[in-house]
């Protein structure tokens, strides 16, 4: 069964670093997504990302945040300078595209779970 | 911006008893999506429901939308030690094509044998 790829698992980083995160979406899905968990907490959305450029995004994904998709299979999350309160599980979903009624079903990847130390 | 809460935040049941998580939206929603989130795991998506009313089964699991449209029940009847886990709800952010979703916080589901 396709499933979203996310790599790598854990990440430690000290503060003020740049970390990438990386996903492999299922291939011939349409929409991209990152979304973070902080511990215990509930998911978040982060940035929507079709037809190679951002959809939407909130007001957690700021200028410290950005994404790519630098070829066809890859979907990258940046964060740039890192705080200790980015510390959380991120996840990467991606969908096949919205059906006659709307949304369609997002498929999450392991996630990653970056620490910032 | 739009909000959407979920209670009861624990469940504690015993095994074989039921259970029932609630979802409100502050807004009327296109439809709503039901995901379970095992302990280290990630959401895995277990339904969509689209039309105001709607009332859709899986096994054990009852889904009902309500007929405003914001609002959402899951039910589980006879409760098994595999269905442990966070059960969220989310709702399309907003009107647009590639809609992100917004999360509940989450009913954790604790069964004792």
């Known amino acids: 069964e396709p499933e979203v790829t996310q790599t790598p698992s854990h990440q430690v980083t000290q503060m003020g670093q740049e970390v990438i995160l990386r996903c492999v979406p299922i291939?011939?899905?349409?929409?991209f997504y990152w979304y973070r968990q902080i511990l215990g907490q509930k998911v978040e959305f982060l940035v929507s990302f079709y037809n190679n450029e951002i959809s939407e995004k909130s007001e957690i994904f700021d200028d410290q945040f950005s994404v790519e998709r630098p070829d066809g299979s890859n979907f990258t999350l940046k964060i740039r300078s890192t705080k200790l309160e980015d510390s959380a599980m991120y996840f990467c979903?991606?969908?096949?595209?919205?059906?006659?009624?709307?949304?369609?079903?997002?498929?999450f990847g392991q996630g990653t779970r970056l620490t910032v130390v | 911006g739009q909000q959407v809460m979920q209670i009861p935040q624990y469940q504690h049941v015993q095994e074989g008893e039921d259970f029932t998580t609630y979802c409100n939206s502050s807004?009327?929603?296109?439809?709503i999506q039901w995901y379970k989130q095992r302990p280290g795991g990630h959401p895995v998506f277990l339904i969509q429901?689209?039309?105001?009313?709607e009332v859709k089964k899986q096994k054990r699991l009852t889904f009902q939308f309500g007929e405003a449209k914001k609002n959402s029940s899951l039910h589980i009847t006879a409760t098994q030690t595999t269905d442990v886990g966070t059960y969220f709800c989310a709702g399309p952010r907003s009107g647009g094509g590639a809609d992100g979703l917004t999360f509940g916080k989450g009913t954790h589901l604790i069964i004792q044998p």
């Open positions: 979903a991606s969908s096949p595209g919205q059906g006659a009624t709307g949304n369609t079903e997002a498929f």
């Open positions: 429901l689209v039309k105001s009313g």
């Open positions: 807004t009327t929603l296109s439809n």
């Open positions: 291939s011939n899905h349409l929409y």
